[in-house]
């Protein structure tokens, strides 16, 4: 799909370079350069596409191993607490047997 801007400038200046007596050849050659620019723009155009879809999916990979490292945060949390109210059943045991 060309660009309609592109396109625009590209007849405005086939009109402008008739009018200032450029040849044909000339214009031609402006028509091409804007053609091959236009061309770029789009493989540009298409390049940014993929690395944004890339960089969404990226994004998503995060995301989710954030949440992840969220949740074993909090398991890790939770095994700590079991592990001192353990000991601390172990202190009430090892009281409980001295006396």
């Known amino acids: 799909m060309k660009h309609p801007i592109l396109i625009a400038c590209g007849l405005v200046l086939v009109f402008l370079t008739n009018a200032c007596g ?3 050849k000339e214009w031609q050659a402006q028509l091409d350069k ?3 620019l236009n061309d770029k723009y789009e493989e540009e ?3 940014h596409q993929k ?3 890339q ?3 990226m994004e998503k990979k995060v ?3 954030k949440n992840e490292l969220e949740q ?3 398991n890790l949390d939770q095994l700590h607490s079991q592990l001192q109210e353990r000991g601390t ?3 009430r045991l090892a009281q409980s047997l001295e006396e």
């Open 22 to 24: 450029y040849s044909e």
């Open 34 to 36: 804007y053609g091959k």
């Open 45 to 47: 155009s298409e390049a």
């Open 51 to 53: 690395t944004a879809a």
């Open 55 to 57: 960089l969404a999916a």
């Open 63 to 65: 995301l989710r191993a």
């Open 72 to 74: 074993m945060g909090v």
């Open 89 to 91: 059943e172990k202190e």
